[in-house]
């Protein structure tokens, strides 16, 4: 669907709910409105991890749901040349990302020891938890020869800023290659300028980035969202200002 059809589709369903037939919404409250009904969509569907490395794609209808923005590595993300940051530890900052993600789907790197180079591809996340197991038992821990490195993530030294962390066993890293499924990009139905100064009057509508085929489920969504959240009745007032930003 287009922006208009979106619209169109938001306010024929929200009509048939009788407390709702004389509330007029404005574009840039049902902009918001979807905006938030897609990433709930996604939380719902996938969750929110910030790791997804197994079982992602386990059935056709997830991978059409996603497949708009799940990035591939290195097709459409550039491997990211890792740091070291200790003794057989290295690290890459996820703000090196070219889209901010939503969840990661595959890791794998590339490996050197002794001019010997090899993409590696056996990766094993660890929680912080369990990470020192992994580390020592001979069948987890990292390993040249079978491939292998330990993954886990952590604060990075930018504030709010995550990184990947590696662990190997005298080898190193140099690029890492990130797949994982980005932020959508927010709708924008083009007659109001934006808060945030991205968008002004006059530049092309932004519709839903996800498949067509979930367009109407997000609606759903948009619009059960609104008749629970709207019995406020200071909901539109504490909110006017989000609703006209677009992020």
């Not at 938001?10 to 409105?33: A, G, L, P, Q, V």
């Not at 530890?89 to 990302?97: A, N």
């Not at 994982?180 to 945030?196: A, E, I, Q, T």
Request: proline fraction near 2%; include cysteine; charged fraction near 30%.
């Amino acid at each position: 669907m287009n922006n208009k059809e979106l619209h169109y589709d938001f306010k024929i369903k929200i009509d048939k709910i009788d407390s709702f037939k004389k509330r007029n919404f404005e574009t840039y409250e049902i902009d918001w409105i979807i905006n938030e009904a897609q990433i709930l969509f996604m939380k719902q569907r996938f969750g929110q991890s910030n790791f997804k490395l197994k079982g992602f794609e386990t059935t056709n209808k997830r991978k059409t749901d996603l497949g708009n923005i799940h990035i591939k590595s290195p097709v459409v993300q550039p491997g990211i040349l890792a740091t070291q940051s200790g003794t057989d530890i290295y690290s890459v900052s996820l703000d090196k990302l070219k889209y901010k993600h939503f969840i990661i789907t595959r890791v794998h790197v590339d490996g050197e020891q002794n001019g010997c180079e090899k993409n590696m591809k056996n990766i094993k996340y660890a929680t912080h938890d369990d990470l020192n197991e992994y580390l020592i038992r001979s069948f987890n821990k990292p390993s040249f020869k079978w491939g292998r490195v330990i993954l886990t993530e952590g604060q990075s030294d930018t504030p709010g800023i995550k990184s990947l962390y590696i662990y190997t066993d005298d080898f190193k890293i140099n690029n890492v290659y990130i797949d994982y499924v980005k932020m959508p990009r927010r709708v924008w139905f083009g007659n109001y300028d934006s808060l945030d100064g991205q968008h002004v009057i006059g530049d092309k509508e932004i519709s839903l980035e996800l498949d067509e085929s979930i367009h109407s489920e997000i609606i759903d969504i948009a619009v059960s969202e609104c008749s629970r959240i709207i019995e406020n009745p200071d909901f539109i007032n504490l909110k006017s200002a989000k609703l006209q930003t677009n992020e």
